[in-house]
């Protein structure tokens, strides 16, 4: 059987879906929103990604106590697991709601990044008219098909216990979802344009170990060891990301320290000269002028007294 190919571009989206979906799940606003949802509404409440082989809302507070006991069984799951599949390749641009083989409304609601869906806010598991036993002996019979062993009297008790939400208030809640997913988008991209500009992890350990070593003679060469890079892709990626080739970048980080110690009249220019890595009062001198437009007696001179 020949397999698709998976390219480059599509790895990326559906990584990047796939950390957008934890994100937002981790996220404070969507724990609040959840919670007043599960409390306001009786309904449970999931945001899953597109692709997902589990029951979405199994496990959630308000599950629906007959979904709950169909999830037990492989052969019923498998079914709900079609269901939820369909209700996903059709909820690609706009809120879809499906009823189940036995009767049970679902809804998805597309999360979008842009153009792209990046995950599913869902809900549902209600009956939009009371349950009835002739109804539940339809499901029994449907059930039975399938070879499955079952409890009688707890699954009637599960199916006619199900949520009844009237079909005008049930669509009232999926505005609310509605919006509540474009509010989603939002905090999407807002995630997107900061981790586009956040700092590649090997820059804030470069970063963090010149911090700790400037008052000594670093080199590129150490840093690149110290975050287990190259030293070449090292050199690049630190300009890149700061700005700033190594040499310049350690030599502000000496200065701003200069600058402080200078704030203490005990000490020496040479001192603070040494003291924060430089190896010649000279060269201090030179390139505290050039960074801060005065020489260190300047600077130090203009600076009020305690």
């Known amino acids: 059987m020949e397999s698709k190919e998976t390219y480059p571009e599509e790895r990326n989206d559906r990584e990047q879906d ?51 006991v169909m999830a037990e069984a492989s052969k019923t799951c498998s ?40 995950a599913f806010l869902q809900t549902g598991h209600i ?40 079909r005008k208030q049930y669509e009232a809640i999926i505005i609310m979802v509605k919006l509540f997913a474009q509010y989603l988008s939002v905090l999407s991209n807002q995630i997107v344009v900061r981790q586009k500009n956040a700092e590649p992890a090997i820059i804030v350990k470069a970063k963090q170990f010149i911090s700790e070593n400037y008052s000594e003679s670093i080199s590129l060469e150490q840093v690149a ?8 892709y090292f050199c690049k990626m630190f ?29 020496r220019i040479s001192e603070i000269a040494f003291d924060v890595g ?9 390139v505290f002028r050039k960074l801060v437009g005065l020489s260190p007696s300047n600077y130090r001179g203009q600076l009020p007294s305690s």
Do not use: M
Not at 37 to 62: M, S, V, Y
Not at 243 to 253: A, C, H, I, M, Q
Not at 278 to 286: C, G, I, M
């Open 18 to 68: 796939n950390y957008l979906t934890v994100a937002l799940t981790e996220s404070s606003v969507f724990k609040e929103f959840k919670g007043s949802f599960n409390e306001a509404t009786g309904l449970p409440l999931a945001l899953r990604p597109k692709i997902c082989w589990q029951l979405p809302l199994h496990g959630e507070d308000n599950e629906s106590p007959f979904c709950s």
């Open 79 to 118: 079914g709900c697991l079609q269901h939820q599949q369909k209700i996903i390749d059709e909820c690609q641009t706009i809120p879809v709601s499906i009823e189940c083989p036995h009767g049970l409304i679902d809804t998805a609601v597309p999360v979008k990044l842009g153009d792209r869906t990046v």
């Open 225 to 232: 060891k110290a975050v287990n890079t190259s030293s070449f």
């Open 278 to 286: 430089f190896q010649s009062l000279t060269h201090f001198n030179r």
């Open 127 to 166: 009956f939009q008219k009371k349950p009835t036993k002739a109804k539940f002996s339809l499901v029994v019979k449907q059930i039975e098909e399938l070879g499955l062993g079952y409890d009688k009297e707890k699954l009637s008790q599960a199916y006619l216990g199900t949520k009844v939400v009237e």
């Open 239 to 267: 300009k890149r990301i700061t700005g700033l080739n190594f040499t310049e970048y350690v030599s502000r980080v000496r200065i701003e320290r200069a600058k402080n110690l200078l704030l203490n009249p005990n000490l």
